[in-house]
């Protein structure tokens, strides 16, 4: 069984920091793209993050580019978002996700392979 657990979430205050961890299991973790995405209370689901396993190239939504950083420990079959100078604009339920091989393939491929998603873990910024 597939499972992907958020953790890391939490209130801070803008300007500060938080690591998100997305812990995978179920799936041959060096196979796989892991991403996030984060949605607010009446805004679309926004990709933030992803990183590619097989080659460990990453990708940003321009909102966060030189605030956060994605990372992947294979080891721990674990991949890591830390969020640093967080804005208000930030604040979102954050969600892993897994697809095969690279950043995208599921879009790719048309919605014709597997997808997977956490359960979310909120992440409030007060200004």
């Known amino acids: 069984e597939v499972q992907l657990v958020e953790s890391g979430g939490g209130l801070v205050q803008a300007g500060g920091s938080l690591r998100l961890s997305c812990a995978a299991s179920?799936?041959?973790?060096?196979?796989?793209?892991i991403g996030w995405f984060r949605q607010a209370p009446g805004k679309e689901r926004e990709g933030v993050s992803c990183?590619?396993?097989?080659?460990?190239?990453?990708q940003y939504a321009d909102s966060v580019k030189g605030r956060f950083t994605i990372s992947s420990d294979s080891a721990k079959n674990t991949v890591y978002l830390q969020m640093n100078s967080l804005k208000s604009e930030d604040t979102a339920v954050y969600y892993c996700?897994?697809?095969?091989?690279?950043?995208?393939?599921?879009?790719?491929?048309?919605?014709?392979?597997?997808?997977?998603w956490g359960q979310g873990t909120q992440v409030t910024v007060s200004s």
């Open positions: 990183i590619s396993n097989s080659d460990g190239s990453a």
């Open positions: 996700t897994a697809e095969p091989w690279y950043c995208g393939y599921y879009s790719d491929y048309g919605g014709a392979s597997e997808y997977y």
């Open positions: 179920g799936f041959t973790f060096d196979d796989y793209a």
